[in-house]
């Protein structure tokens, strides 16, 4: 059965409904403020900013404020309720540098190196998310010397897995985000 499957059945909508009051709680936005993570990536107006698994577009609505007119945010989530949702938010937040699609991290079918910045806000460790295939994919659709961002703090085993691709290496660890520079095929 796949996520999309799932989430249609009466306990998926249920566990996505509570999963997504947890994730917009006042409790969240107070001791995880989502512009003070942000800024823990490194981004800045301009950039060209990839964001996998938006959610409830917690990120999604502070990063294309932090990037401003002039950047551009991809959100991308597997679930299609989430996309509605996060479409939504952007367009009543007047917000032109958004566009939200329903993809697969895995094959996101983005043309490679198009992005400064991807960010893994809390999507990993996930199951469905293997590092093994996941990791190419986001070094495929990163520019040349582009980060992927890694939030929330994630036990050692993830850093040392993100190394060990040989893909990326650890640059900077800022409010709770690891940031890891793509590396180059010629490198």
Do not use: H
């Amino acid at each position: 059965m796949d996520t999309e499957s799932i989430s249609k059945s009466k306990t998926g909508k249920l566990f996505i409904k509570a999963l997504a009051a947890g994730m917009e709680s006042q409790f969240r936005y107070r001791f995880f403020n989502p512009e003070n993570i942000l800024k823990g990536a490194n981004i800045f107006p301009g950039q060209s900013v990839l964001e996998v698994g938006c959610g409830t577009g917690y990120f999604t609505l502070p990063a294309a404020q932090l990037i401003g007119a002039e950047g551009r945010l991809v959100a991308m989530d597997i679930l299609q309720d989430s996309v509605e949702l996060v479409s939504q938010k952007a367009q009543m937040a007047n917000l032109k540098n958004v566009r939200v699609f329903k993809g697969d991290a895995l094959n996101t079918g983005i043309d490679p190196e198009s992005f400064q910045v991807v960010l893994l806000f809390g999507v990993i460790p996930a199951p469905m998310l293997p590092l093994s295939r996941l990791l190419p994919e986001m070094n495929r659709v990163l520019k040349s010397g582009g980060i992927l961002a890694v939030w929330p703090p994630v036990p050692g085993w993830l850093p040392g897995a993100i190394l060990r691709s040989g893909l990326f290496r650890f640059t900077s660890r800022q409010n709770g985000v690891q940031n890891f520079k793509r590396i180059d095929p010629e490198e």
